[in-house]
């Protein structure tokens, strides 16, 4: 079945310092990944579209030059935090929808990456 | 504005009976929903869905039931079983948003033996 690799799964580092976490579809193209974000006890949100050859679309709220989202092929999308702070601290997770899988509105989960900022 | 709300963070059902779990929005655009199931330190899974025409969709144990008028769906799994213990995620999507899709808080299942 499809598979989305997300990596790494955990990650501390210091405030000020920027950390990229991959999403990567394992044996599907997937033209269109989404990045969320999830605080403890609360839901999954929605973070922005990530188009591949194209610039990502931020949701409300967040920001684009924080958070800058690549989508440079068909089966890698990356996330980047810049100058990380404490209150980035969080489980960022990507899914990827599989586009020759016409009709299937489902996505695919990556296992989440735990990002700690000291 | 949380645009989908499970109001019941948590949920414990003896094995063997029936697990219902709730899940209400509010955007009346929505018109294809899932169920996801997450185990602790991996990413949700897909479980079921079920798009605005219907308003039943059956998948072995699973059963969604979709309530258009009171922007209510509910995920029935009968029988429960240990293996069903999780957080479980309801989630909406409006087909003129493409594929986003906006999560309740989910509600922890508990299934005991």
């Known amino acids: 079945g499809a598979v989305v690799s997300q990596h790494p799964s955990r990650v501390i580092c210091k405030s000020g310092t920027s950390v990229k976490i991959e999403c990567r579809s394992l044996d599907f193209q997937a033209t269109t990944m989404f990045w969320y974000r999830q605080f403890p006890k609360q839901s999954l949100m929605l973070m922005a579209t990530s188009n591949e050859g194209s610039k990502a679309t931020y949701e409300q709220g967040v920001e684009k030059d924080k958070f800058l989202i690549n989508h440079a092929s068909l089966t890698l999308s990356t996330l980047t935090v810049t100058s990380a702070h404490p209150e980035d601290s969080s489980f960022y997770i990507c899914?990827?929808?599989?586009?020759?899988?016409?009709?299937?509105?489902?996505?695919?989960f990556g296992a989440g990456s735990r990002l700690t900022v000291l | 504005d949380q645009q989908v709300k499970q109001n019941s963070p948590s949920l414990s059902v003896q094995e063997g009976r029936i697990s219902i779990l709730n899940c209400d929005y509010t955007?009346?655009?929505?018109?294809?929903f899932l169920w996801y199931k997450k185990y602790p330190a991996e990413g949700p899974t897909f479980l079921i869905s079920?798009?605005?025409?219907?308003d039943k969709n059956e998948d072995g144990r699973f059963t969604v039931f979709l309530n258009k008028s009171a922007k209510h769906l509910s995920l029935h799994i009968v029988p429960s079983q240990p293996g069903d213990s999780a957080v479980y995620f309801c989630?909406?999507?409006?087909?003129?948003?493409?594929?986003?899709?906006?999560f309740g808080t989910g509600t922890s299942l508990t299934v005991i033996p």
């Open positions: 955007n009346s655009m929505f018109d294809y």
């Open positions: 989630a909406a999507s409006a087909q003129n948003t493409g594929n986003q899709f906006y």
């Open positions: 079920i798009s605005s025409i219907k």
């Open positions: 899914s990827a929808q599989n586009t020759i899988l016409s009709g299937a509105n489902v996505l695919t």
